[in-house]
């Protein structure tokens, strides 16, 4: 090895060991929450606060679902003024584009999919705490009426601050997976 | 229809009031549901009494995606 390289592994050394910085995880865990058996709704409370503005909440494990459903999100006890789209490809048809879409609606609609061993729930959330708009990203759902993976993107329009979210299938029951809930280090 | 609801580690019955929250969510989303594949059948039909019409205007497969894929 050359002296330049030496010095150069040398000063990557130092930096990495000696700033906190360049070592800490930008992804911090907040909760996990394991799934019950043969639930309609999974709420999970006491998740957001100020010291994250934007989360990422992911199911693994083994998640399974009595139906082929949506996995619709709801923010806190919001209710109304949910609007979004997704888009999806449809596997069948060498990628034919499929969207939906929902406008002032009672929850986030197509923010993931549950069926018999498969559940895909994989969501960013931000500012959900912030007492402003909060927007979501879904990435890799399913939509089972046009076999296609896609994404969906939305906004909850209300100003208010939430520190909860709930899960819930379009249709039949889940059971099993575990809810991961991380922050994103502000 | 009875659910049960998740809150944390805490698995109840849902009251009559969440119960017809969930069932309104699900309502909602069948019929919307339904709508989609409806639409999915029409454009299907549609798409294939297009390509019926184009074969017999002697067009190849390869031809009619070669214009329209």
Sequence with gaps: MTDRGQFSQSVAYRRAMNNPIATAPGLELITTQVIGTAVSSVQVTSCFSASYDIYRVIVGGNGTSSADADLQLRIGSL??????????TDFNTAGTVNGR?????????FAGFCGTGRF????????????????????????????????????QTSASSSTGFDIRPSSGTIT???????GYKN | MKHKIQINDLVRDATLEEAADIDDMRAKALADNARELLLK??????????????????LTVEEIMAVVG
């Design chain 1, 176 to 182: 099993g997976g575990t809810i991961r809930v991380y």
């Design chain 1, 79 to 88: 209710t109304s003024g949910y609007n979004g789209g997704q888009f999806s």
């Design chain 1, 120 to 155: 895909i729930f994989n969501v960013d959330i931000i500012n959900p705490f912030l007492a402003q708009r909060t927007f979501v990203s879904a990435f890799n759902n399913f939509q089972f009426t046009a076999n296609g993976f896609g994404m969906m993107g939305g906004e």
């Design chain 2, 41 to 58: 059948e029409d454009k299907n039909v549609i798409r294939n009494s297009a390509l019926n019409k184009l074969k017999l205007l002697g």
């Design chain 1, 101 to 109: 879409a929902f406008i002032s609606d009672s929850s986030f609609r």
